[in-house]
């Protein structure tokens, strides 16, 4: 029996074979598609992030200030007790 034939036999054939030729190929491409995609969604959850900030913060400006009674001013007690 020849030993390259069964060496050949062994071998995996289809999409095994093909994992097992190209799996460190497609493992590095998809690694960098992976980290592609979280740079890219930090970038948009910042930029959302700071549109929010500056949304709120323009609530904020336009806000108008109540002024409150001064601490020295006496309020009546006898007009909310019965």
Known sequence: M???????AAAPTGLVGW???NGQMVAFIGQMLF??????AAVWA???FNRYV???MSDVETVEVVE???AD???S??????
């Not at 020849?2 to 050949?8: G, I, M, R, V």
Request: aromatic residues 8%.
């Open 68 to 70: 409150t009674p001064a």
């Open 19 to 21: 994992i097992m030729a």
């Open 2 to 8: 020849d030993p390259s034939a069964a060496a050949a």
């Open 35 to 40: 980290w592609l995609v979280v740079g890219v």
């Open 73 to 75: 001013k006496a309020v």
């Open 54 to 56: 500056n949304f709120m």
């Open 46 to 48: 910042a930029a959302t």
């Open 77 to 82: 007690v006898e007009e909310f007790v019965e």
